[in-house]
């Protein structure tokens, strides 16, 4: 008998299932019973078009069997089965794979990683086994042929018996070797839970014989042992099933049997597309934000099936980053098996699924805002801050999507608020959308800034996460009303006589201001009359794009490098300590130094900002005291 050598690029990946790390070798059963599905859709789609065969869906199955005294395992299937040729084409040779080309460029070492997560086909078998024998009878041929391989140093095809038509793959397990044991893949329990873990979906039976125990005829004490074929795997997904078959129970069941979350699904989403693309999934929003969510360990991504085969766990492609907290999977018989990453991410048929998911996870959240605001609340309570990330990252890309979906508290309605509910009430002589930055709610309704749009009735959103104002300043506008800060310095406020008033002010005391802004040069680039302010004598406002809350953000992140918003100190030219700075300013320089940096101080107190020189300001306090 002639031994014949593999091809070099079936050698290397050999190779490589050899070295496999032990973790993932149980995945060897996953891809000898997808194998084996695929042979018996083939026998089955045959039929379909020819009328000499009847596809009795009774006699089509695979069955997986231990032999713990052999040390083999047979997968059988009663599919196509394989002609000579096509063991020495399909079995010698990997022409077609599709994550080859790409595992080339991956070192062997490095690869090992990969295989847990793409479908490897035949050549796993040998991650668990030392021989491999094929034993194959096509429909198309009256011999049988047995197929023997060791490994990488090649194979053997010879004729052979075998009845029926189909495949009988036989693995003979390794042995144990020191910190590795091989005796699992010959366990029927550890067996049957690969299966269900795995190809629970398959849609044809898996049968084992396993194990039981029964009372002895004729006596009530002892028992005996004995075997019973069993169909291990369910064959009909939850998620082909009828929707309306399905209880909230149900879903919550597969969301906890598939470990997506230790909480309670607050909502799921079961999608069966059917257009032209099609696939099925069942998405769910989890109700609590995992422990890891906003950390860099959490990983995004869907379970990805193809055709009832699970080939990936987490699918980062199928979900935006602004959706990142969904889980759930999906299953297309669109995609191929043998999908690498690579390829996953210019998969034509796979943007198109997630494009799809994206829009109906949104309509979703959409609806459930519309339909039952208390739980949308709870959402947004918990993901909100990921759909404000969505809204700022990739240059607002996402924005327009996403817009509807953010919530922000109102000065008004003490509560969260859409946009749209915001920009609705607006009355008519409103021109912006006003919001207000600070550490919290509390904080913010004291800001001396957001004395005069409360004073006009009009509504402030508070904004209290470092997000908040970069999402909003991306945004720009909501239907076409623009938004503008309480601190910033056209309010859009004024009637023409109360601006040309405050001008007026600032002439009058341009040499009283002017003095005080070279005090606090550095600090801030102007002191002038404020228009907003009404009961409290100073606060802080900024000019151009950065803001203080902005500032404060950047430079609490690492390798910040200092950013200052240019800030105004703004007073109360109303206010009866204006006049003492105007005494002070005739009078005693001294004093009018001490002043101005005790207000710009207290200005900065009420911003949140740090005192640079705390002692100092101490000092100055009791300075007056005395
Ligand atoms: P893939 O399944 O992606 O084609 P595999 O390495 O898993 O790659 O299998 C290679 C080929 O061997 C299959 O395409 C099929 O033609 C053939 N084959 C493998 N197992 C069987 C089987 N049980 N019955 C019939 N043909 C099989
Ligand atoms: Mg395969």
């Not at 079936?10 to 032990?22: H, Q």
């Not at 193809?306 to 199928?318: F, Q, R, S, T």
């Not at 009430?425 to 904080?443: L, T």
Request: proline residues 2%; aromatic residues 10%; hydrophobic residues 35%.
């Amino acid at each position: 008998m002639e031994k014949k050598q593999f091809q070099a690029e079936s050698k290397r990946l050999l190779e490589m299932m050899v070295n496999s790390i032990y973790s993932q070798k149980e995945i060897f059963l996953r891809e000898l019973i997808s194998n084996a599905s695929d042979a018996i859709d083939k026998i089955y789609y045959k039929a379909l078009t020819d009328n000499n065969l009847v596809f009795n869906k009774d006699s089509y199955y695979i069955k997986v069997t231990p032999d713990k005294d052999q040390r083999t395992l047979t997968i059988r299937d009663t599919g196509i089965g394989m002609t000579k040729e096509e063991l020495e084409e399909h079995l010698g040779v990997i022409a077609k794979s599709g994550s080859l080309a790409f595992k080339k460029e991956v070192d062997v070492t490095d690869g090992h990683n990969l295989i847990g997560q793409f479908g490897v086909g035949f050549y796993s078998a040998f991650m668990v086994a030392d021989v491999v024998t094929v034993i194959s009878k096509s429909i198309y041929s009256d011999q049988a042929y047995k197929w023997v391989s060791a490994g990488a140093d090649g194979y053997t095809i010879e004729p052979c018996e075998k009845e029926t038509v189909g495949t009988d793959i036989i693995l003979k397990i390794k042995e144990n070797v020191e910190d590795e044991s091989f005796d699992e893949f010959l366990d029927e329990y550890r067996l049957k839970a690969i299966i269900k873990k795995y190809s629970d979906f398959i849609r044809y039976p898996i049968k084992m014989d396993i194990t039981t125990s029964r009372l002895k005829e004729g006596s009530d004490t002892e028992y005996e042992e004995y075997q019973e074929e069993q169909i291990v795997n369910s064959m009909v997904p939850i998620w082909r099933k009828n929707k309306s078959e399905l209880t909230d129970e149900d879903y919550h069941k597969f969301y906890t049997e598939k470990r997506y979350g230790y909480d309670k699904p607050l909502q799921h989403i079961h999608i069966n597309a059917d257009g032209a693309i099609v696939y099925q999934a069942i998405l769910y929003i989890p109700e609590t934000i995992p422990f890891d969510y906003y950390s860099k360990e959490y990983e995004k991504g869907l379970e990805l099936y193809v055709n009832g085969v699970l080939i990936m766990n987490k699918c980062a492609e199928l979900l935006p980053d602004h959706f990142s907290f969904v889980k759930g999977m999906v299953d297309s018989e669109s995609l191929s098996l043998n999908i690498s990453r690579e390829i996953l991410q210019q998969d034509r048929q796979l943007k198109l699924i997630a494009k799809n998911i994206a829009s109906k996870i949104k309509s979703q959240l959409q609806s459930m805002l519309k339909n039952d605001r208390e739980k949308y609340e709870q959402f947004y309570n918990a993901f909100g801050r990921q759909l404000k990330f969505g809204v700022y990252n990739d240059f607002g890309m996402h924005k327009d999507a996403l817009q509807d979906l953010l919530m922000f508290y109102s000065s008004m309605e003490k509560k969260l608020v859409t946009l749209d509910e915001y920009v609705s009430r607006m009355p008519e002589d409103q021109k912006y959308i006003y919001y207000a930055s600070g550490e919290s709610v509390e904080r913010i309704s004291k800001l001396p800034q957001i004395e005069l749009v409360t004073e006009k009735g009009y509504e402030i959103l508070y904004l209290t996460e470092d997000i908040d104002e970069f999402a909003i300043k991306m945004l720009q506008n909501y239907k076409e009303k623009e938004f503008r800060s309480v601190s910033s310095g056209d309010l859009g406020i004024d009637t023409d006589e109360a601006k040309s008033d405050t001008d007026a002010d600032d002439n009058e005391n341009k040499t009283l201001f002017d003095y005080m802004t070279s005090q606090l040069s550095g600090k801030v680039t102007k002191v002038k009359a404020s228009k907003r302010l009404k009961t409290h004598p100073v606060c802080l406002s900024t000019e151009g794009e950065l803001t203080i809350e902005m500032e404060k953000v950047l430079n609490s992140m690492p390798n910040a490098s200092g950013v200052k918003a240019d800030k105004v100190l703004e007073i109360n030219v109303d206010h009866s300590v204006f006049r003492s700075l105007k005494e002070a300013f005739e009078t005693d320089k001294e004093k009018l130094n001490l002043y101005t940096a005790l207000l710009y101080n207290q200005a900065c107190l009420i911003e949140g900002l740090p005192i640079e020189d705390p002692v100092e300001f101490t000092n100055d306090i009791c300075k007056i005291m005395v």
